[in-house]
């Protein structure tokens, strides 16, 4: 039984490290989209090269984050964090260090693997580590602070980028790690599950990891015979699942209507913020003439208002259902999205660029923590964990394949950043698609979408600040996400 007071010295030295190691990751998928621009310039980067920068961290991120919550409940969840925590750190460290474009894709690549074992370990710690008294205070605190450090990214992303240069949005995690690692070590207590002693799901990892770089790869370098290898793994995927006695993804939780339903949502709304948050970085920096720290800035809303009213948010849905604000969600983020059409040459920023950003902020506000919670209640709470991990997982691809798809999608030629007119054609082609998608995530949800009973109002549902992924649930569950 866990019985570390939140109150106690040891208490908030596992917040503080868990914060740190979070924030890590949480940084570097908000920083990275600000500094794409001046990559470009001092690496001569294409458009594909950038969307690699972006991309190859999400893939990595995204296929493993599922067998990183496992290791940790098998070697140690301490020990799997701060083994996350180091590669991350080192991996950052080679970005920072990177010579040309191919040496930044792979480090990145390489970053989204530290970022699979540290993700799922930070608030696995907190679950394992706290007196159950304290524990949901702990989770909120948490979150909160996370989201802090996600409304920070940008502006800081912005800052260092214009000021000592794009190389430091990733030096900047050095630091942190020195000083992550060694609390966890010395203050956070080791936690596993015994019960974890199934074998690894490596081939089915390794399936879906090919899959998404296959298909990616095939969107970005226009190679079809990617794509028809990229389909053949998804499909190897799922008859590898299908008959695995323990897989990483159990396909029998399908079987909740609901909670299918709202993963098909996550998919059409994260693939929408991922394209936008992606492009927008660009659009306010190449054709409206911000610089870093002003793109940075101006991107700010949205993640503050998710941070101020997203508890909100989750406590109105727990009175009246998801229905309705997983409706009109999405609805509100499609507006957002069409009065982006307006931001041009010159775009002036309370006029052009704000009412976009609020009317956006505004339905993610409405969505998230609605999204989270639904996702939670629409299985059995032993498996919150498992259905958690493959809604993050489903978010992140979601965004993985956007980032790919957008550009081939819209006519986006390789140098189109480096023309303004030309960009601001594709981007206005962009967020009609981006509106689309968000539109037909709306009306699924008014097709599919239950009201359910109102148990689970837990602080990770609440408190969301990422525009990224949903949040993880750190309830461990047998030899899988914790």
């Known amino acids: ?26 940084l570097d998928s908000t920083v990275v989209n600000v500094a794409l621009p001046r990559i470009g310039r001092d690496l001569d980067a294409d458009l594909g090269a950038l969307q690699w920068t972006v991309n190859a961290y999400m893939l990595t991120l995204a296929g493993l984050i599922l067998l990183g919550g496992s290791l940790g409940d098998r070697y140690g969840r301490r020990k799997v964090f701060v083994v996350g925590v180091v590669w991350f750190a ?95 070590v010395r203050h956070v207590p080791e936690s596993g599950d015994g019960r ?34 990229g389909v053949a793994a998804g499909v190897a995927f799922v008859y590898v699942e299908k008959r695995r006695p323990d897989p990483m993804m159990p396909l029998g939780i399908f079987a909740s209507r609901q909670f299918t339903a709202v993963n098909l949502v996550t998919l059409c709304v994260y693939a929408a913020f991922s394209g936008f948050f ?21 991107l700010l809303p949205t993640t503050v208002m998710m941070l101020l009213f997203s508890a909100r948010s989750g406590e109105l849905a727990d009175r009246i259902g998801p229905r309705v604000p997983l409706t009109a969600g999405p609805l509100l983020c499609a507006g957002g999205m069409l009065l982006m059409l307006r931001v041009g040459p010159d775009a002036d920023y309370l006029t052009d660029v704000l009412p976009a950003l609020l009317v ?46 957008l550009p081939l999608v819209v006519g986006m030629g390789e140098e189109a950043y480096r023309t ?38 837990r602080p990770e549902c609440l408190h969301h600040g990422s525009v990224t992924a949903p949040p993880l649930e750190g309830r461990p569950t047998r030899g899988k996400l914790a």
């Not at 199934?198 to 794509?227: N, P, Q, R, S």
């Not at 007119?421 to 689309?436: E, I, K, Q, S, W």
Request: hydrophobic letters at 60%; charged letters at 10%; glycine letters at 14%.
């Open 1 to 26: 039984m866990p019985d570390v007071r939140l109150a106690s010295p040891q208490g908030k030295w596992i917040l503080l490290t868990t914060v740190l190691g979070s924030s890590m990751a949480m």
């Open 90 to 184: 080192a991996a950052s460290l080679l970005c920072g260090l990177a010579p040309n474009s191919g040496v930044l894709i792979a480090a990145r690549a390489l970053q989204g693997v530290g970022g699979a074992l540290l993700t799922p370990g930070s608030l696995a710690l907190i679950q394992a580590s706290f007196h159950p008294d304290d524990r949901g205070r702990a989770v909120g605190l948490w979150s909160g602070f996370g989201g802090i450090g996600a409304a920070v990214g940008p502006f800081l992303g912005g800052w260092l980028v214009d000021g000592p240069g794009w190389r430091w949005v990733f030096l900047l995690n050095v630091p942190l790690a020195l000083l992550c690692a060694p609390i966890a």
């Open 196 to 229: 974890a002693h199934a074998g690894f799901d490596v081939l089915g990892a390794f399936l879906g990891a090919a899959a998404l770089a296959l298909v990616t790869y095939a969107l970005i370098e226009a190679e079809w015979v990617a794509a028809v290898a």
């Open 278 to 298: 992606f492009l927008a970085a660009l659009q306010l920096q190449v054709v409206a003439g911000y610089s870093a720290l002003g793109a940075g800035t101006a």
């Open 360 to 405: 956006l902020g505004l339905g993610m506000v409405t969505l998230v923590a609605p999204l989270t919670s639904t996702v939670l209640a629409s299985v059995d709470v032993a498996r919150a964990g498992l259905a958690s991990g493959i809604n993050n997982a489903a978010a992140r691809a979601a965004g993985l394949i956007a980032v790919a798809a």
């Open 420 to 457: 303004p007119g030309a960009f601001d054609d594709a981007f206005g082609r962009a967020m009609l698609v981006c509106a689309g998608l968000l539109t037909v995530g709306g009306v699924l949800a008014f097709a599919t979408v239950r009201s359910l009973p109102p148990d689970c109002a």
